[in-house]
């Protein structure tokens, strides 16, 4: 894993709602960089082979493609965002589980839904919608 993102939406008592993001990208460092507790499923851009641009580029590349997915949204709805998500998803498929209070979830990712909620097919079968969660690996 070499990023994260965390959102949480802001009802503000009515329109138009906010989506507060924080995103998270390691962009250099190697495992002994980590803390021991993580290293062995903590990586960076640069040690997985990948260009590690720098704190400025990575944060401008972000904002843009971040702003054209924006405008995609506003314009045609949640569909191609779905759509895209759904392309790049890496874990379709496996099995994950969302740690909760007095337990987790357990189920292989089926996809997203229209609303964006984590589609989930848990061992006894049918599905789960999940609304929010830390998704860790089966």
């Known amino acids: 894993k070499v990023g994260g993102i965390l959102c949480e939406f802001e009802p503000r008592g009515g329109p138009p709602p906010a989506v507060v993001v924080g995103v998270g990208v390691n962009l250099r460092g190697g495992a002994g960089d980590f803390p021991p507790e993580i290293r062995s499923r903590a990586g960076s851009l640069e040690s997985e082979g990948g ?7 990575a944060l401008e590349r972000l904002l843009e493609r971040l702003g054209s997915w924006c405008k995609i949204m506003l314009s045609e709805g949640f569909s191609p965002v779905r ?5 790049l998803c890496d874990n379709l498929g496996e099995e994950v589980r969302l740690p909760r209070e007095g337990g987790e979830i357990i ?32």
Do not use: C, S
């Open 107 to 138: 189920g292989r990712v089926a996809g997203i839904d229209e609303r964006g909620r984590l589609l989930l097919t848990p061992p006894e079968g049918g599905e789960i919608a999940v609304e929010a969660g830390e998704v860790v690996e089966g």
């Open 83 to 87: 759509r895209r998500w759904l392309e």
């Open 51 to 57: 260009r590690a641009p720098g704190p400025q580029e």
